[in-house]
């Protein structure tokens, strides 16, 4: 049979094509030695004299094992910064502040544009044991900040401050520990809002341990969107997570351990270990209504920290009023357990620590236990174990029969893939699960910021719910919808269209709710 030369020239063309087209979309990797000012030099090397960046879609690889000494805080201004660990095994590279000449050291970062680290352990402990504040400062409005499979360890007060409206955070498989000191335990904080509204705060398959205050701190500032999901919490001294007002919330599967350990002073304002609060009258005005799961989570305080408390300190209150009414009107009140649990290798309970910090004779308050975890070079960068038996009934009594808590340690880590990238085009993906009961979750990417309405339609083309209604920036979001209508009334067994409108694109899909 005869070689046609057209059709394999046709086809050579082809492939030159498809290579040429994947070189064209492949990201720039720099690969970054280890070393002293080395992730400075490779970062600041890329922007021009006229600030002009040579590639914005450039990722800063770090080696395994590598040791990263910063010598002044990474700013990034108006682009994505993106910091990775190479793939392979062996311990996440550390970034570290450096001390310059004069005795000094910054804060690792300060971000004033988009933000991704993933695979890293970022201390805000420096070369010489000076403890520093707030690990990363989201220093301008709208930013996206991702914290994916990483490690923040050693900080004064906050490891994440907002300074800036409307940030999208997006922590998980991550680790966030040793915030605050017991000197001032109210600084020690995973998250501060600093009163800035919130757009979406995501925290999955985390683990948050040693915090002197909470791992979220509301300073009055409206969260549109928060999903709190499989989290590990243990030792956090004086609450476990406030909220505050938030529009659409959903804390589900997680594991609180010795949270509030400190107790509340009754001639104070009330402490509770978890707190959300009623929209204002000005949300509720532009006809916004507050939507909260609470459910599948526990609760458990050890029994000697209670019974160790002075006399006129009480132990911390688990629910708020208003999260408690939530509970009650889903019908979640028996979702939510104060089981004990038995680490496998847990810090040590801060029996010690909670007793120190009422005694006036001792002037110098211990702190938790640290064991032997370490940022230095070398060193253990997570000393503890966080699994549990799986005999325990925690292991089967998530919202789908799964383990509570961070299941990193049961070889499970929930999928990060979309959050490192901003996504090219508009998509939306298939409800999960579908058909579903009672409810299901709808994800979809926005290549440019705009106006998004994501809306439930019946058969008949009526309106059931409408689940955003807002500008978002470009990235990819999950919504929750609970199989109720705008007036918060569970709609019946059919057929639904969940629809995504923006300025450029309509899409639509469809899904079965089954009772």
Same mark, same amino acid.
């Not at 499989?230 to 659409?248: F, L």
């Given at each position: ?16 094509? !498809? ?51 910063? $010598? ?45 680290? &993933? ?17 990363? #400062? ?25 300074? @800036? ?14 915030? @605050? ?79 509030? !350990?400190?107790? %509340? ?20 005005? #532009? ?57 496998? %290798? ?12 009422? &005694? ?24 503890? &174990? ?32 979309? &959050? ?15 058909? !579903?009961?009672? *409810?299901?979750?709808?994800?979809? *990417? ?31 979001? *999950? ?10 009334? #569970? ?10 409108? %923006? ?7 469809? $899904?079965?709710?089954?009772?």
């Amino acid at each position: 049979m005869k070689t046609s030369y057209s059709s394999i020239f046709a086809a050579l063309l082809v492939l030159l094509l !498809f290579l040429s087209a994947n070189d064209a979309s492949a990201q720039r990797v720099v690969k970054v030695a280890s070393g002293v000012g080395t992730l400075n030099q490779a970062i600041n090397g890329d922007t021009t004299s006229a600030g002009a960046r040579k590639d914005l879609t450039t990722i800063y690889e770090l080696d395994k094992g590598g040791y990263y000494i910063t $010598m002044g805080t990474i700013e990034n201004r108006n682009y994505h910064l993106r910091i990775r660990a190479a793939a392979g095994t062996g311990k996440r590279p550390i970034i570290r502040p450096g001390v310059v000449s004069g005795g000094s050291s910054s804060r690792p970062f300060s971000a004033r544009g988009d933000l991704t680290l &993933d695979g890293v352990y970022v201390t805000n402990l420096d070369e010489q044991n000076g403890i520093k504040q707030y690990i990363i #400062q989201l220093s301008a409005d709208s930013l996206r900040l991702s914290i994916l499979n990483s490690h923040l360890d050693r900080e004064g007060q906050i490891a994440i401050r907002c300074d @800036g409206k409307n940030p999208r955070i997006v922590i998980k498989n991550s680790i966030i520990s040793n915030v @605050g000191t017991m000197a001032s335990p109210s600084n020690g904080r995973g998250v501060d809002d600093r009163g800035n509204d919130i757009d979406t705060l995501i925290y999955e398959n985390n683990t948050f341990y040693n915090l002197t205050s909470r791992i979220l701190r509301d300073g009055g500032g409206v969260i549109k969107y928060c999903y709190i999901n499989h989290n590990t919490v243990v030792n956090s001294g004086q609450m476990g997570c406030t909220i505050g007002p938030v529009i659409n919330g959903y804390f589900t599967n997680n594991l609180f351990f010795n949270t509030g !350990f400190l107790g %509340t002073d009754s001639a104070t304002t009330d402490w509770y270990t978890f707190q959300t609060a009623p929209l204002t009258q000005a949300w509720l005005n #532009q006809g916004y209504v507050q939507k909260l799961q609470i459910h599948h989570n526990n609760f458990y305080v050890s029994p000697e920290l209670i019974s160790g408390l002075p006399a006129k300190i009480r132990a911390t209150t688990v629910l708020d009023s208003n999260t408690q009414a939530a509970i009650k009107a889903g019908g979640w009140t028996s979702l939510n357990t104060n089981l004990p649990v038995v680490f496998k %290798t847990p810090p040590q309970v801060p029996l010690q620590v909670m007793k120190s910090f009422y &005694d006036t004779t001792v002037t110098v308050k211990p702190e938790m236990d640290k064991s032997n975890g370490s940022p230095d070079y070398g060193g253990t960068q997570m000393p503890f &174990d966080f699994s549990y038996p799986t005999t325990s009934p925690l292991y089967t009594a998530g919202t789908n029969g799964e383990a509570l808590g961070d299941r990193t340690y049961f070889g499970i880590q929930v999928g990060v893939a979309n &959050d490192a990238m901003l996504p090219t085009n508009y998509q939306l993906y298939s409800n999960y699960p579908n058909p !579903f009961n009672p *409810s299901t979750n709808i994800r979809y *990417s926005l290549p440019v910021a705009g106006s998004v309405k994501l809306e439930i339609v019946n058969t008949l083309g009526q309106t059931v719910n409408t689940l955003v209604n807002q500008n978002q920036q470009a990235g990819t979001y *999950s919504v929750v919808w609970d199989g109720r209508d705008m007036n918060g009334r #569970q709609v019946s067994t059919g057929m639904y269209i969940y629809r995504l409108k %923006t300025a450029n694109s309509v899409l639509a899909k469809k $899904m079965i709710l089954l009772k």
